[in-house]
């Protein structure tokens, strides 16, 4: 064989080799597989929350109004309906037990606004009745309610608010024109509310400017509460109130962001004549409410009117605060003078 043959066989070869690898199948490789991630997957950050706005304190609120209570529940012998201003001030604490201690009996005291007092006698729930509203008491008399009215005592009616004095009334002679200098400054006023008979005097007060209050007047607060709970607070909001005196010099020690700004430190300084405020007294009648302890209140109209009581009244407070919280008036009292 020539070395040509030989190179063609060999070339030949190589060839058919070639061929049949390329008819061979190309494995095809497996794709490689991701590993499984062994980990959560990364979860995006909750959002930043905004924090609550801080809130606006909420004003000083005025307490509930006060409701009468119900007579039937008041025990004693005798059941007397009274203003806030004589159970305040500490008045019926110190002449009561004489009396209770004389007849032998105890007394009930339903101390509630003018208007509620006289409300309750109205419906025969009360015996006897010592409240201060001049007109409301004749009205009282005329309807038949009770037989007749007698004078008992009298103190006056103060201006009193806060040392500041917003509204510069310290010293104004006239109550009108204090409430008018209130009006004018939208300054801070606590109105007791209850158809009490300083209610009754602070609204005639008003009616003299001419203003009728009204809720829309965002700096009168109406707060239907006795005289004691009004000048606290009056007191704590730092606003002005009508007061009758003898309330207020009882709990003076406990109103310290108060002063008295118009009536003067006592009775005789008070220039506005139409701020005294006299009390009267009134036995339920009988013909109307059979069921009324009649006797019983008639003795407690004679021992309240008697000269030996109208002292007592007259020297309460005089040691303490160097000026009574009442005055004497009855017809006995004077004529003894």
Known sequence: MSKRT?????????VVTL????????????????????????????????????????????????????????????????TTSTADSGLLDFILPDFEKQFGVEVGVVAVG????IEIGSKGDADVLLVHSRKAEDKFVADGFAVERF????????????????AKIAGMGK?????????????????????????????SVWASIPVTPTAEMKWYNNIGQGMGDTLLFANESKGYTLADRGTYLSMRDKLPGLTIL?????????ED???????????????????????????????????????????YGVDKF?????????????AAQ
Do not use: H
């Not at 509930?64 to 005798?78: N, R, S, W, Y």
């Not at 009442?326 to 017809?331: H, T, W």
């Open 6 to 14: 030989f190179s063609v066989l060999t070339v030949l070869l190589i």
């Open 19 to 82: 061929v049949t690898a390329c008819v061979q199948p190309t494995a095809t490789p497996v794709p490689t597989q991701a590993p499984v991630a062994q980990t959560e997957p990364t979860k995006a950050p909750e959002p930043i929350t905004a924090p609550e706005p801080t809130k606006v304190p909420e004003a000083t609120k005025a307490p509930e109004p006060t409701k009468a209570p119900e007579p039937t529940q008041v025990p004693g012998d005798l059941v007397l309906a009274t």
């Open 114 to 117: 003018t208007g509620q007092a």
């Open 151 to 166: 004078d008992v005592m009298y103190n006056d009616y103060i201006i009193v608010g806060p040392k500041e004095d917003p």
């Open 175 to 203: 109550a009108k024109d204090a409430f008018k200098a209130i009006l004018d400054a939208s300054a801070l006023f606590v109105s007791r509310g209850d158809k009490s008979g300083t209610n009754t005097k602070e609204l």
């Open 262 to 270: 118009v009536g003067g430190e006592n009775l005789a300084e008070n």
């Open 273 to 315: 004549k139409t701020l005294l405020n006299p009390y009267g007294v009134m036995a339920v009648n009988p013909e109307k409410f059979p069921n009324i302890k009649a006797d019983l209140a008639q003795k407690f109209v004679t021992w309240l009117l008697s000269v030996e009581t109208q002292k007592m009244i007259g020297a």
């Open 322 to 334: 160097g000026q009574p919280l009442f005055y004497p008036s009855s017809a006995e009292y004077v």
